[in-house]
């Protein structure tokens, strides 16, 4: 995903409020969201051009990524 998508996605507070506010939604996705967690897309922050959000463990964070492998089979 590009910076410049990612910096139009909103934020975790309003997508919750939109997801809420449509009982629709909450009945189609609930019981995937019980299953498999929070899968609202949403931004923690505005990236720089080139960033991507990169999760280690516990956190994600902003930053430019480069591949470690370029293919498949290392």
């Known amino acids: 995903m590009s ?17 809420v506010k449509c009982p629709k939604m909450f009945k189609l ?3 995937i969201f019980i299953a498999y967690g ?9 990236l720089a051009d080139g960033e991507k959000m ?5 956190v994600t964070e ?4 480069y591949p470690d492998k370029w293919l498949a089979n290392g």
């Open 29 to 31: 996705f609930g019981s």
């Open 54 to 58: 990169i999760s280690a463990g516990n």
């Open 62 to 65: 902003p930053a430019v990524a």
């Open 38 to 46: 929070n899968l609202l897309v949403h931004a923690h922050c505005i």
């Open 3 to 19: 910076a410049v998508i990612y910096n139009n996605l909103p934020p975790l507070e309003k997508i919750n409020e939109m997801f």
